[in-house]
Nanobody
Framework: QVQLVESGGGLVQPGGSLRLSCAAS????????MGWYRQAPGQQRELVAA???????DYADSVKGRFSISRVNAKNTVYLQMNSLKPEDTAVYYC??????????????WGQGTQVTVSS
C-alpha cells in the first residue's frame, strides 16, 4: 500500500505565494520521478512541474520563472513553491509519483488533490 498526502493549498491574492507539499508513505522501495499536475474546471489535467530522483526538473511554459519544484529523497517528499500567482493558476493540484514497492512492482500513484484559488 502506498499513499500520497498533499498539503498547502488555499486561497491567495494575485501576486501571492503558496507552497505545496506531498509526502509518499507505505511499502516503498524507491521513489522515482515525482511531479505536480493541475486541473481547472472544464479543462484537462496538465503537467505543471516534474523532478527526477536525481534532481533534474521540467516545467510547463506557463509557470517557468514563477514555480519551483524540489524534493527531499530521505523523506519521500516533493514540494512546489508557487510565486507570483495569477488567477489562471486556479485549479486542483495533484501530486504524482512513480514508485517501486518492496514486492518489486512499479506504478504511478496520485494524491487526493488540493485546491489552489487565486483571487482578489
Amino acid at each position: 500500500q502506498v499513499q500520497l498526502v498533499e498539503s498547502g493549498g488555499g486561497l491567495v491574492q494575485p501576486g501571492g505565494s503558496l507552497r505545496l507539499s506531498c509526502a509518499a508513505s507505505g511499502s516503498i522501495a524507491r521513489v522515482n520521478d515525482m511531479g505536480w499536475y493541475r486541473q481547472a474546471p472544464g479543462q484537462q489535467r496538465e503537467l505543471v512541474a516534474a523532478i527526477t530522483s536525481g534532481g533534474r526538473t521540467d516545467y510547463a511554459d506557463s509557470v517557468k520563472g514563477r514555480f519551483s519544484i524540489s524534493r527531499v529523497n530521505a523523506k519521500n517528499t516533493v514540494y512546489l513553491q508557487m510565486n507570483s500567482l495569477k488567477p489562471e493558476d486556479t485549479a486542483v493540484y495533484y501530486c504524482n509519483a512513480d514508485i517501486t514497492v518492496w514486492t518489486g512492482g512499479r506504478s504511478d500513484y496520485w494524491g487526493q488533490g488540493t485546491q489552489v484559488t487565486v483571487s482578489s
